[in-house]
């Protein structure tokens, strides 16, 4: 048993590296001049020209709306996306009937099979420039993975308590409530979070394809080989994801 299962995984380990290196060949990636003399000082020179940020008043005051707005977007689209992901989350599990989960899997399967990027390509076109396109691309995406992610809740979800309150006569709704929803509503909880946390960073990439916030600035910066201005922009966003990471880690444990 142990010379089994040692062959198989030295073949798997062949198999990988064999796929790497086919993959290198297939790109034709050049690696060996990454560390070159000359690739060491374009490096280096590329990296001096974002240093020191642009900090003037006028500056910071645009990255600070682009902050902003950028924090509504993925509020709102986290909100609506939780929203929309219960109550497809109910068929998904099965509490409507065969027809019902399988109808629902699938429309939950589209959404996050769609890429966050193509959805905001998608609505960009459909719904114009700005904001709105980035809240409702990250809605989209984010109804399909917070669906499916509360459906698996549901349905490992002991189903007596529910079941206790239909036979006592209470309605199918009260009976969710009271008898399902708490055992679940923390576990939704983190959920929701750890998607808002996602959903901070993709809306500042987003903005790339012209969703707004910060993305949208910092494509507007390098496109114009502002580096110094660009360099604010990141450190803004790191900034705020970190504020956001800790705001989220406090919730997560007054909810727990």
């Known amino acids: 048993m142990r010379a089994g299962v040692s062959v198989g995984a030295l073949f798997a380990v062949a198999l990988v590296l064999a796929a790497v290196g086919a993959s290198f060949a297939y790109l034709d990636m050049p690696l060996g001049a990454l560390f070159s003399g000359s690739a060491v000082d374009e490096a280096v020179s590329f990296v001096k020209r974002f240093f020191p940020p ?19 977007i993925s509020l709102l689209s986290t909100l609506l996306a939780a929203l929309v992901g219960a109550l497809l989350a109910l068929p998904a599990a099965g509490r409507h009937g065969v027809a019902a989960r399988m109808g629902a899997r699938f429309i939950l399967n589209l959404l996050r099979s769609v890429p966050e990027l193509v959805w905001a390509t998608l609505m960009v076109l459909a719904a114009g420039l700005g904001p709105f396109a980035g809240t409702l691309a990250l809605a989209l995406h984010t109804t399909g993975v917070l669906g499916r992610l509360f459906a ?11 079941e206790a309150l239909v036979g006592g006569g209470a309605p199918a ?10 055992l679940v509503a923390s576990q939704w909880l983190a959920y929701g979070l750890y998607r808002w946390e996602m959903n901070i960073r993709m809306a500042a990439i987003l903005g790339f394809v012209g969703a707004g916030g910060l ?42």
């Open 54 to 72: 642009d900090l003037s008043p006028d500056f910071l005051a645009k990255v600070g709306f682009a902050t902003l707005e950028t924090l509504a």
């Open 215 to 256: 993305g949208a600035l910092l494509y507007y910066s390098l496109s114009l080989f502002h580096e110094a201005q660009a360099s604010t922009v990141i450190l803004a966003m790191l900034a705020m994801a970190i504020a956001v990471d800790g705001a989220s880690a406090w919730l997560r444990r007054a909810a727990a």
């Open 173 to 182: 709704l009260a009976s969710f409530f009271y008898g399902t929803l708490p």
């Open 152 to 162: 698996e809740a549901l349905e490992n979800t002991p189903p007596a308590p529910a």
